[in-house]
């Protein structure tokens, strides 16, 4: 996969550098500034980006502001952003760019290798990675949620991770048969429309969220 990064950490844009090319992928453009992450990304038009949030010159949101613009101008590119805290609004705001091919992750998944590769690649593949922490934020801000049983909210919370019906039913310990089952249970309670296997469900979960 060929990927740029942008972060202007240089002990974590090392880091992710090492990480990403001891598993084979190709590292094509590093940079430390929210100027400079649109133009590289037109330039090497890559298989993911990788984006710090925060980058100077202002330390706000110019990682944020350059993926939103990236995806205008490159529709589909699959962007994981990271965070050093949970940011509901930029949350929100990158998902309502439309959730396909885009991650949100607090920093610290980065020192789970296995976590962060897992939804680097998920994202890359056209799917969704959500930090659960900024998952659990946004559920908790929702009044409708409270129609979910506490099985239910667990079932939702890593659908919108992205984890699929096995995955899920590995996890919470129980068949896959009772996953589906809750999923519709959901999907009704949440007056969501019933959807296809595959990704199109977890975005209509996280469009839900993100209102």
Do not use: C, W
């Not at 950490?9 to 400079?36: F, K, Q, T, W």
């Not at 038009?45 to 330390?59: M, N």
């Not at 998902?95 to 020192?111: M, N, P």
């Amino acid at each position: 996969m060929r990927i740029v990064i942008a972060e202007d950490n240089v002990l974590l844009r090392e880091g992710l550098i090492l990480l990403l090319e001891d598993v084979g992928h190709e590292i094509v453009a590093v940079v430390g500034s929210g100027p400079e992450v649109v133009p590289t990304l037109l330039e090497h038009r890559p298989d993911a980006a990788v984006l710090d949030v925060r980058l100077p010159p202002g330390f706000r949101d110019e990682g944020l502001k350059a993926a939103i613009e990236s995806r205008r101008l490159m529709p589909g590119l699959p962007i994981l952003v990271l965070s050093q805290y949970v940011e509901e609004s930029y949350a929100a705001e990158l998902l309502g760019q439309g959730a396909s091919g885009v991650g949100y992750l607090l920093k610290d998944r980065v020192s789970r290798i296995e976590e962060f590769q897992q939804a680097l690649e998920r994202v890359a593949a056209g799917g969704t990675a959500l930090d659960p922490d900024v998952i659990s934020q946004l559920m908790t801000r929702r009044d409708p949620l409270d129609a979910l049983s506490p099985r239910e909210r667990e079932v939702l919370s890593l659908m919108a991770q992205g984890l699929d019906n096995p995955t899920i039913a590995t996890t919470l310990f129980i068949t896959e048969r009772s996953v589906s089952k809750h999923i519709g249970n959901i999907f009704a309670k949440l007056n969501l429309p019933p959807s296809d296997s595959g990704h199109r469900r977890v975005l209509a979960v996280l469009a839900y969220l993100k209102e």
